[in-house]
């Protein structure tokens, strides 16, 4: 399997086989070409729906940041690993361009 691999301007976005259902506590997510699925806590569902439109790595990190007031650094290396563990099962992908 590969990686994205997002520069600042590349907008990311859900991938169209992916299927997600709300939980109380979080999301879960299915790729329904590969059976691969994923359980989201807080911080991930915040991900999960701020990919409901394109949009780039570092508009999640500046809501991440926003909403979880955590340090920027921090954030934006832990919004990069759980994107590319995304990435690679086919969950998130780059968005075509307009």
Request: charged letters at 25%; hydrophobic letters at 40%; a negative charge.
């Amino acid at each position: 399997m590969t990686a994205i691999a997002p520069n600042a301007s590349t907008r990311l976005r859900r991938s169209p086989t992916a299927m997600s259902s709300e939980l109380p506590d979080g999301f879960v997510i299915m790729d329904i070409e590969s059976g691969h699925y994923f359980s989201l806590n807080e911080t991930g569902s915040a991900i999960w729906g701020a990919l409901e439109n394109p949009v780039t790595e570092g508009e999640i990190v500046d809501r991440l940041c926003e909403r979880f007031d955590i340090p920027a650094d921090t954030c934006r290396a832990k919004v990069a690993d759980f994107l590319d563990r995304l990435g690679r099962f086919r969950i998130v992908e780059i968005a075509p361009a307009d």
